[in-house]
C-alpha cells in the first residue's frame, strides 16, 4: 500500500505542475500584452508566443509523465504483495500497445487537456497582436 501511495503522491504532483503551468500561461501572456498595449513597440506582444509554447511543451511533458505513473500504479496493484519492489522507475514498467500510444509524446501534446487550451491562448494572442500591430 505504501508503495501505492507514493506513486499516487508523484501523480498527484505532475497534475497539480501542469495546471500551474496553465495558470502561468495565461498571466505571463496578460502581463505582455498589458505591457505591448502601454506604447512600446506593438510587435513585443508576438513574443509573447515564445513562453506560451514554451509552456505547452512543458505541461505535455508533465502529462507524459503522470500518464506512465498511472501505468505504473497499474502495474503494481496488479503484483503480489511479496513481489513488490519499491521501484518507481517508469522505464521498468512494460507498456501495451494502447497505453504506449497514449504514453507517446505526441499523444500528451495534442490529448485534449492541452491543445484546445494553449491554440485558444495562441488565436487571442495572434488577434491582438494583429490588433495592435495595425492601429
Known amino acids: 500500500m505504501k508503495h501505492l501511495e507514493m506513486i499516487e503522491g508523484v501523480i498527484e504532483r505532475m497534475g497539480n505542475n501542469s495546471f500551474q503551468l ?5 498571466t505571463l501572456v496578460a502581463l505582455v500584452g498589458a505591457l505591448a498595449a502601454q506604447g512600446s513597440d506593438k510587435r513585443f506582444f508576438l513574443l509573447a508566443f515564445i513562453p506560451l509554447f ?14 506512465k505513473y498511472k501505468v505504473l500504479y497499474k502495474r503494481v496493484s496488479e503484483k503480489a504483495e511479496s513481489d ?4 518507481m522507475d517508469t522505464r521498468s514498467a512494460t507498456y501495451t500497445e494502447d497505453e504506449a500510444g497514449r504514453i507517446c509524446f505526441c499523444s500528451c501534446l495534442f490529448s485534449k487537456t492541452e491543445w484546445p487550451f494553449y491554440l485558444i491562448i495562441a488565436g487571442v494572442v495572434g488577434v491582438l497582436a494583429l490588433i495592435l500591430i495595425l492601429t
Do not use: C, H, P, T
Open 22 to 26: 496553465k495558470g502561468w500561461a495565461v
Open 54 to 67: 514554451a509552456f505547452w511543451f512543458l505541461d505535455s511533458f508533465y502529462l507524459q509523465m503522470e500518464r
Open 84 to 87: 513488490i519492489d519499491f521501484n
